[in-house]
């Protein structure tokens, strides 16, 4: 079962001689923009090892959430200040130029070599990408490097009470004042609201009737007057969700992200790139989690239950590697990046359903700091057909767009 | 090879071989020049007739071609599977008897037995003359038979280390054969399926508006897709544990396209008339030729266990 895992890329495959070959520079200290997938991995595998004393700090941020999120802020201004964070980042918005795939082979290194994912890394992969694409440009300069830097986060303000997979017909409203805009209505289940800085929001714009038509995307910051934050606790115990009212919220023209009545358009960009390079972080730490669920030796599973759980986690690779090139590419993956929705919850939900098998004395009644990680794996990975697009939602998205079955 | 390349050597093998028995079938793929093209390039030459053998289900297989090409093995032109379900032979050597328990092609050829000696693996050759028992079995067109009993030794092809890591990659690349034959009978099936509940109406609106149906195929269509995406993969580093995960997917490709497409051809899917049964047929034959699902995964499991799968097999 030995196979070869060395950094030369795959050769005779069309589809990686098109990727990610930027021209090999110089571009600050120390580091050069790399020529290759390869490259990027082997410099930074060799980074990583020759900085081990500086990061151990990093390796255990603990539980306390205020200083995890210390320690992770701090992992990422060092891969910041070190280039890393930078590379597949426009040169524009803080970046370091060369093509997006640099920045999924940083993440799956970092993770590889043991370390949490820094400060930014996911809301980065799900909102940046839309920020810098639909933001004015005076804008996405301002707010971009500071996110890079981990000097901010952000929030995505999209479901609401009444509009869950059916986010068309989402209610918050933004009424024109002038050349800015006023927002009264609620959203809900938006993670990590209350550490925010900013928020990319969903407001409808359009008449009551308009679904996706009629709604504008914004990005405002989270301290303007008139934004209540009330946590909101998950069934496993988190408090990483919130939920927000809006009364009348003044938010200038100048942030609205792409075309008034277009925010449609940011929303399903902002769900492809939670697909692309932030499915690609998670499916590398699903896989790790099966490592370490193969290596406990406390673990009753059986072997074909740990073995189903990584063929499950191979589709799921292999979906999100083909979505990640493309999208490095500048090529729109589009109903595709269904399949990758619903193979994810379809492997992460069997992978903590075979934990639960094999750890069921630990997860059920264990009370060490470990067991309340499995358990609260297992609890998160229930709403992993929920969240992003119910799993209903991505397999009428295959059937109709991409079999192309009638829309009933 | 590009993929301009491929298709052209689809189109050609597809017209070669159309319509012909199994004999037919055989000298059109050698007389092509597909032997050549898999030693040039086993990837294209296995993704082409393995994919066009899996679409328009061609008699007989070319899995024993693929599996001596991968061993350098001249000496015979069969393989002797394990029993089905099986990755690992359970036949044996004894002395100059052969006590064979496998799984053949119709046919006359040498066949290259691996079995225990000792307890230990070697790859021999015994001549066999058999063209099955009479009868048809499953799938009658595939061309695969029991073969059973005591034969003579021909020789001893391989031992010990060389028999172990000849016999690995033998499997991997059959495997890998196999993971693009099942990805294409299972596009089959779902094509076939997507054209009948996209006709057929009931209660006044084509069957597939409603939304279990709709479910049922998106299943299908995500593992094909998977399967699809594993057998390419399984050419990057054509390594035992990628090829396991391309037949698992495979497998599993199939077995929901087996259960989920024929419920919805419903009683015209259950006629001798209809295609399908002919697809279920070669699926219910290929998967648990070198092992099916389960063999698989408990095969990758154990490989889990002992660290024996890189983390990032398949990179980016």
Not at chain 1, 43 to 67: K, M, N, T, Y
Not at chain 1, 295 to 304: F, G, V
Not at chain 2, 183 to 212: D, K, N, Y
Not at chain 2, 229 to 256: F, H, N, P, V, Y
């Amino acid at each position: 079962m030995t196979s070869h895992d060395g950094t030369r890329p795959a050769s005779g495959c069309a589809r990686t001689r098109g990727i990610s070959v930027s021209e090999e520079r110089r571009v600050g200290p120390g580091l050069t923009l790399p020529g290759s997938v390869a490259v990027a991995r082997v410099s930074f595998r060799e980074w990583l090892e020759s900085h081990r004393a500086d990061l151990e700090r990093f390796r255990d941020p603990g539980a306390d959430v205020e200083h995890v999120y210390e320690s992770l802020r701090a992992l990422q201004r060092l891969l910041f200040d070190a280039g890393w964070i930078r590379l597949g980042w426009p040169e524009s918005l803080g970046g370091l130029g060369g093509a997006p795939i640099f920045r999924s082979v940083i993440s799956e290194e970092l993770a590889l070599a043991g370390y949490p994912p820094p400060f930014s890394f996911g809301t980065q992969e799900v909102l940046g990408p839309a920020v810098a694409t639909f933001a004015r440009p005076e804008l996405a300069a301002e707010v971009l490097p500071r996110l890079l830097r981990g000097e901010e986060t952000w929030c995505q303000g999209f479901s609401e009470p009444g509009a869950g997979s059916d986010l068309g017909s989402l209610r918050l409203r933004a009424g024109p004042d002038g050349d800015d805009w006023r927002v009264t209505g609620e959203k809900v289940w938006t993670s990590w609201a209350q550490f925010a800085d900013r928020c990319l929001l969903l407001a409808r714009t359009g008449s009551v009737g308009s679904a996706h038509r009629g709604i504008t995307a914004f990005f405002l910051d989270m301290n303007t007057p008139g934004i209540e934050i009330v946590p909101l606790r998950s069934m496993n115990g988190d408090d990483e969700f919130c939920s927000l009212r809006f009364d009348d919220v003044l938010v200038p023209g100048k942030r609205v992200l792409g075309q008034v009545d277009g925010g449609w358009a940011v929303a399903m960009f902002v769900l492809t790139g939670e697909r692309g390079a932030a499915a690609w972080q998670r499916q590398v730490w699903l896989r790790s989690r099966l490592a370490d669920l193969a290596a406990d030796p406390r673990a009753s599973c059986s072997d074909a239950a740990l073995g189903e759980s990584l063929e499950l986690l191979h589709a799921l690779r292999l979906l999100s590697r083909r979505t990640v090139r493309a999208l490095s590419d500048g090529e729109n993956p589009g109903e595709l990046t269904s399949l990758d929705k619903l193979a994810m919850s379809t492997s992460e939900k069997f992978l903590f359903d075979t934990a639960l098998g094999g750890l069921q004395d630990e997860i059920v009644l264990g009370t060490s700091p470990d067991a309340a990680t499995w358990r609260n794996d297992y609890l998160y990975s229930r709403a992993s057909s929920i969240y992003g697009g119910a799993a209903e939602i991505q397999r009428n998205i295959i059937a109709e767009r991409i079999l192309g079955l009638p829309r009933s | 090879v590009d993929a301009e390349d491929l298709a052209q050597v689809d189109k050609s093998l597809r017209r070669a071989t159309r319509g012909l028995d199994v004999g037919g079938v055989r000298r059109a793929v050698t007389d092509f020049g597909w032997y050549e093209l898999l030693a040039e390039d086993p990837h294209a030459a296995v993704s082409t007739l393995f994919t066009l053998q899996g679409d328009v289900l061609l008699p007989g297989s070319f899995l024993d071609g693929v599996m001596l090409a991968e061993a350098g093995v001249a000496e015979a032109s069969r393989v002797a599977l394990p029993p089905l379900d099986h990755l690992q032979p359970t036949s044996t050597l004894c002395g100059h008897r052969v006590q064979v328990e496998g799984i053949v092609q119709h046919g006359d050829g040498t066949v290259l037995v691996p079995c225990l000696s000792d307890g230990t693996l070697a790859l021999v050759s015994c001549a066999a003359e058999d063209e099955g028992p009479p009868g048809d079995a499953l799938d009658p067109a595939a061309g695969w038979h029991l073969l059973r009993g005591d034969l003579h030794l021909g020789s001893v092809l391989l031992d010990g280390a060389e028999a172990e890591q000849a016999w690995a990659r033998m499997a991997a690349a059959g495997r890998r054969a196999l993971a693009h034959e099942l990805v294409a009978t299972t596009a089959v099936m779902l094509r076939l399926t997507v054209e009948h509940v996209t006709i057929r109406e009931q209660f006044g609106r084509p069957l597939g508006a409603f939304q279990t149906v709709k479910h049922a195929l998106a299943d299908v269509r995500l593992w094909q897709e998977s399967a699809a995406l594993a057998a390419a993969a399984a050419w990057e580093d054509r390594g035992s544990g990628s090829a396991a995960l391309a037949k698992a997917l495979a497998c599993r490709a199939s077995r929901t396209a087996r259960q989920n497409c024929q419920q919805l051809l419903g009683g015209m899917g259950f006629t001798w008339e209809h295609p399908f049964h002919r697809y279920l047929r070669r699926a219910l034959t290929l998967e648990p030729l070198l092992g099916g699902a389960r063999v698989q995964q408990a095969e990758l499991g154990r490989a889990l266990r002992h660290g024996m799968v890189p983390m990032s097999l398949a990179q980016l």
